[in-house]
């Protein structure tokens, strides 16, 4: 009894830390598939936020959805993950703010612009309260998702892990400035290739602490 009872919460832990490893390869395949075979999108030009308009719309946005349930997920797994100790209350709730930001993306579309969907006329276009709201809710999980990035590397540090702590605090550096850099660069290449690069960089950075953390669970 006393065994069947401890392996219960140590299954349901790996198992929402288990939503934080497919996370974001999960919306990173799907947001790339959608980049590379919708009609006028361009990476370099558009943000993954615009595949959430035109006909196909719905897709991105269930990726918005979904994701952000995953990492809203992952955030309770690390939550028992991480306790007790340095982390263990700051890094899910940052997780988590951010997966529930995702949830805000899908809920305020981003405004069509930049010639995309098709049909859309060249340049930034109007502002709606729905893209205003957009950005608003994207910025909060941004920053949240960079300080988690921090804060992580923290308890790494202390635990002698210097290269984990490295890679956390670098991740979270990239991940904000990439975001700063496309809320500020008016649409240049530069700025959405580093934002896709961040994007990319904190959805691993989040797959590797679930992955590590589970392997300490099993």
């Known amino acids: 009894m006393t065994q069947i009872a401890f392996s219960r919460p140590v299954s349901a832990q790996r198992l929402l830390l288990g939503c934080g490893v497919v996370a974001g390869p999960s919306y990173v395949t799907v947001a790339m598939a959608q980049a590379l075979t919708r009609e006028g999108f361009d990476l370099a030009r558009h943000p993954w936020s615009y595949l959430a308009n035109g006909d196909l719309g719905w897709i991105?946005?269930?990726n918005f959805v979904l994701t952000g349930l995953a990492t809203i997920a992952a955030a309770v797994g690390l939550r028992r993950?991480?306790?007790?100790?340095?982390?263990?209350?700051?890094a899910p709730i940052l997780v988590g703010v951010f997966g529930a930001s995702m949830i805000g993306a899908a809920i305020f579309p981003a405004d069509p612009a930049m010639g995309f969907p098709a049909g859309t006329p060249e340049g930034p276009g109007a502002v709606t309260l729905s893209g205003t709201l957009h950005m608003a809710v994207g910025g909060v999980g941004f920053l949240c998702m960079a300080a988690a990035c921090h804060v992580v590397a923290s308890r790494q540090a202390r635990e002698g892990r210097g290269g984990s702590a490295l890679h956390s605090r670098v991740t979270?550096?990239?991940?904000?400035?990439?975001?700063?850099?496309?809320a500020a660069g008016?649409?240049?290449?530069?700025?959405?290739?580093m934002f896709v690069a961040g994007i990319v960089a904190v959805w691993t950075w989040l797959s590797l602490v679930s992955l590590d953390l589970s392997r300490e669970a099993a």
């Open 60 to 62: 991105q946005t269930a």
């Open 81 to 90: 993950a991480l306790a007790p100790g340095r982390a263990a209350r700051w």
């Open 172 to 182: 979270g550096i990239l991940f904000l400035g990439s975001f700063a850099g496309i």
């Open 186 to 193: 008016g649409g240049a290449a530069w700025t959405n290739l």
